[in-house]
């Protein structure tokens, strides 16, 4: 069986194919990085004439990769949301219309599910049940993980998402867009004892998140040094940040696994590619004798192969393929 995925619920149009349940044929993305970049973030408008523009050649980019033509393909996976309205409308018309005209069904996913999946994608594979921590640029939320389609969710963020954080405080620092990836550098050079950023841990064993106080505690540091005229040490700043972050987070995620009894933890979404979280992750699930599986970073950011797996597993239990679903904004995994 052959599934091709679609992706654009952001600013990344992705496509791939997968064969039988997980195995990858090919993969193909297309970034809007140029694009967004000297906005400092993404303008959804841009986003969905971007999308527009690319959508085509990433499938068909997709299918030349796997060596495959689109009247192999036995299933369409695109996602449905959540996301940017404008940019979800691209990849889900474009997958529906693909099915109009060549008869394959085409499935909805959310995007959630491709996330938490696609731990899948990789040779080391968890059993059910286990703790999902999704943490990407729009969400940090934390799931109970039953089977393929059966996903529970736990906490997420009652503000900044964990990767919106990381932006935010990239643009404050002076870095472009997207800032992740550019402050987990630098903070790689500094001391993460440098600076208490405060903890936001919420109520007691609440499994939610707030990342906006922590941005807006690097905000006033950065005002105070600048009112005693000293130079902004930013290698410490990012470490110190992205030190509170993955402490949280980390912190969360255990205790989840904790108070659902559950021993393994799987990570996704971009920031799960971060270096010092992978770690700080690992370190507590070895202490705690916990298993942890991790995608790759090429599998933790957007693409279309986390879409066509989740695709495939929705598929097998009843589904909806008519031809009037919308797309949507919000996670449909409550
Ligand atoms: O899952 P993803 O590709 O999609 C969206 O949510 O759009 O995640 C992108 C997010 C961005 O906020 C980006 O800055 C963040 O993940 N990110 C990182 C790293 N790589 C990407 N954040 C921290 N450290 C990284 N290494």
């Known amino acids: 069986m052959l ?19 997980f195995t990858l044929l090919s993969s193909f993305l297309s970034s809007q990085d140029q694009v967004h970049t000297r906005f400092g973030g993404v303008v959804p408008e841009l986003a969905s004439r971007s999308h527009l523009q690319a959508i085509v050649p990433a499938v068909n980019e997709a299918l030349q990769q ?8 036995d299933l369409i996976a695109a996602t449905q949301g959540p996301g940017l309205i404008g940019s979800l409308l691209v990849g889900f018309s474009y997958a ?19 996330h938490i999946l696609s731990v899948f994608l990789e040779k080391k594979q968890p059993d059910f049940p286990f703790i999902a921590l999704v943490v990407s640029g729009g969400t940090s939320s934390i799931y109970l993980a039953e089977g393929f389609n059966e996903f529970t969710l736990l906490g997420r963020t009652r503000d ?11 643009k404050l620092l002076g870095y472009p867009y997207p800032g992740g990836p550019i402050v987990s550098q630098e903070a790689g050079k500094g001391n993460r004892n ?23 505690s690097v905000l006033n540091h950065c005002n105070r040094e600048k009112q005693k005229n000293r130079p902004l040490q930013l290698q410490d700043i990012c470490a110190s940040f992205q030190e509170a972050v993955c402490e949280v987070l980390v912190t969360k995620t255990l205790l989840a696994a904790r108070l659902h009894n559950v021993k393994t933890v799987v990570m996704g979404g971009g920031v799960s ?14 202490k705690e004798k916990r298993e942890l599986f991790i995608p790759r970073p090429a599998h933790c950011t957007d693409n279309g192969a986390m879409i066509a797996i989740a695709g495939i597993q929705a598929h097998k239990k009843e589904a909806d393929y008519s031809f009037n679903r919308d797309v949507y904004c919000r996670s449909l995994l409550a």
């Open 3 to 21: 599934t091709l995925g679609i992706e654009s619920s952001c600013d990344d149009t992705a496509a791939a194919v997968v064969k039988d349940d």
């Open 66 to 73: 796997a060596k495959v033509k689109l009247s192999d393909i």
């Open 96 to 114: 529906k219309a693909l099915s109009f005209v060549t008869g394959i069904p085409c499935i909805g996913v959310d995007h959630m599910a491709g």
């Open 160 to 170: 900044d998402a964990a990767g919106e954080a990381f932006d935010k405080v990239a």
């Open 194 to 216: 440098s600076i208490k950023f405060p903890r936001s841990w919420l109520e007691k064993d609440s499994l939610d998140f707030s990342f906006s106080g922590l941005k807006t």
């Open 273 to 286: 590619s971060n270096p010092r979280l992978r770690e700080v992750m690992q370190l507590q699930c070895s």
